[in-house]
C-alpha cells in the first residue's frame, strides 16, 4: 500500500518561500503522476500542481501559476513544491497524492501544515 509523508512546512512571513518534499513507498513511484492539493478550514481540498510520471508535463492552478513550481526526483521517489511569494491566501494543509490512469488515489498522507502571515 502506498505510503505518502510530506514535510517542509511552516510559517512564514508574505512575500517569503518554502519548499515542500513528499516521499512515497509502496509503489514504483515513476509510473505515478504526482500532485499536490491543499485545504483551507473550512474549504474543499483542492488540486494545485501536478506532474507526469516522467516529469515532462506540469500543470498549475490559475491562483499558483508563476509562483509555485512543482518538481520530481524518482531516483529518491519524491516530489517538491517550491512555493515563492507566498500570500495569507495560501495558508493550508498541504498533501501529496498519486495518479495513475488519471485517477487520484484514495490514500492521502497526513499533510504539511503552511502558515503565511500578512
Known amino acids: 500500500q502506498v505510503q505518502l509523508v510530506e514535510s517542509g512546512g511552516g510559517l512564514v512571513q508574505s512575500g517569503e518561500s518554502l519548499t515542500l518534499s513528499c516521499t512515497a513507498s509502496g509503489i514504483i513511484f515513476r509510473n505515478y503522476g504526482m500532485g499536490w492539493f491543499r485545504q483551507a478550514p473550512g474549504k474543499e481540498r483542492q488540486l494545485v500542481a501536478r506532474?507526469?510520471?516522467?516529469?515532462?508535463?506540469?500543470d498549475y492552478a490559475d491562483s499558483v501559476k508563476g509562483r509555485f513550481i512543482i518538481s520530481r526526483d524518482n531516483a529518491k521517489k519524491t516530489v517538491y513544491l517550491q512555493m515563492n511569494n507566498l500570500q495569507p491566501d495560501d495558508t493550508a494543509i498541504y498533501y501529496c497524492?498519486?495518479?495513475?490512469?488519471?485517477?487520484?488515489?484514495?490514500?492521502w498522507g497526513q499533510g504539511t501544515q503552511v502558515t503565511v502571515s500578512s
Open positions: 506532474i507526469t510520471s516522467d516529469g515532462y508535463r506540469k
Open positions: 497524492n498519486t495518479e495513475y490512469g488519471r485517477r487520484w488515489s484514495s490514500n
